[in-house]
């Protein structure tokens, strides 16, 4: 089994940045490409950006293209999530997401490990 674990949400004024982590552990050696999903109160939870496995490739929302950037330190089992020039619409729990596939992809049904999520706030 793959355990996932975020870090890094907080409060955070509009315009500003967070970066979020999630640390991978047991059978890390299974893992091909993650991702990076959210859901806003009374919303669907929502693909924001997912990485290959190697980090060569990556893909994200439009909502998110040219703010966030998603990387990823194999070394370390750890994905992040660099959010900058945050909006008030960006405010979620944000969930890290891990599937044996390589292949980048969007639909959560897609991915088999998924995190508890981590609450980011964007005040305005």
């Known amino acids: 089994q793959v355990q996932l674990v975020e870090s890094g949400g907080g409060l955070v004024q509009a315009g500003g940045s967070l970066r979020l982590s999630c640390a991978a552990s047991g059978r890390t050696f299974s893992i091909g490409a993650m991702g990076w999903f959210r859901q806003a109160p009374g919303k669907e939870r929502e693909f924001v950006a997912a990485?290959?496995?190697?980090?060569?490739?990556?893909y994200d929302a439009d909502s998110v293209k040219g703010r966030f950037t998603i990387s990823r330190d194999n070394a370390k089992n750890t994905m992040y999530l660099q959010m900058n020039s945050l909006k008030p619409e960006d405010a979620a729990v944000y969930y890290c997401?891990?599937?044996?596939?390589?292949?980048?992809?969007?639909?959560?049904?897609?991915?088999?490990?998924w995190g508890q999520g981590t609450q980011v706030t964007v005040s305005s």
């Open positions: 997401a891990a599937r044996r596939g390589i292949m980048v992809v969007t639909g959560e049904s897609d991915y088999n490990y």
């Open positions: 990485i290959s496995r190697s980090g060569g490739s990556t």
